[in-house]
């Protein structure tokens, strides 16, 4: 089965372009502020529009309210919710109302992080495996902290699921043998500084999927 890719806290269009173009199947905006990728209405705004029909447009949040996700979808008009930290009792209620594609992320640094997973069977559309972060750590993702891929090798997924943290061009080639990862997503590692995504390192990541 092909890898596919999504990039993730893409903020200005010129690199939205080129993850367009190097095949992206997915591509993420940020709605969070204490973020360095967040981005605003206008802009939200402004790169949504650029996106072609085929490439899905997610939304990521920490944990929102209804009038933030409002908002967001409309001006993203977003096709995916990727939420973190959102209970599953919360994640059912924003399924019910919105009817969108959800992903829940699950924080791993242990075997037994994996479990997590299970609330969500039924609730969420897909599963994304990320790296936990240290202790009192500002935000829950784009850290560039990967976790021990081999944690998921012999289990028995029963729904989709994506694998993120801590992936760069130079990484995810072995990320996708270890896991069997059949879509991976990237942020912090493809940036120059944080929350400025580079193209050249968008492109060589996206070959290196491709080339898998």
Known sequence: ???????????TPETLDCAIAG?????????????PR?????????LAARV????????????????TLDAAIAVGRLSVLQLH???????AAIKARTGLELWSAVAVRTRADLADALP??????RI??????????????????????TLLQGVRHVQPWALSGGLDAH??????????????????????????????????????VASY
């Open 120 to 125: 969500y069977h039924g609730l969420a559309d």
């Open 38 to 46: 967040h981005v605003g209405r206008d802009r939200a705004e402004q």
């Open 171 to 208: 990484n995810v080639a072995e990320a996708i043998r270890i896991t069997g990862a059949t879509l991976v997503d990237v942020s912090s590692g493809l940036e120059s500084a944080p929350g400025i995504k580079d193209p050249t390192r968008i492109s060589a990541f996206l070959h290196a």
């Open 85 to 91: 930290q959102t209970p599953p009792a919360r994640t």
């Open 52 to 67: 072609p029909d085929h490439v899905a447009r997610v939304g990521v949040f920490v944990d929102p309210d209804d009038a």
């Open 23 to 35: 095949g992206a199947s997915h591509v993420g905006l940020v709605f969070f502020p204490p973020s």
């Open 128 to 149: 994304l495996y990320d790296a936990k972060t240290p202790p009192g750590a500002a935000l829950p993702g784009g850290m560039g902290v990967r976790f021990d891929w």
């Open 1 to 11: 089965m092909p890898v596919t890719a999504k990039i993730c806290g893409l903020s």
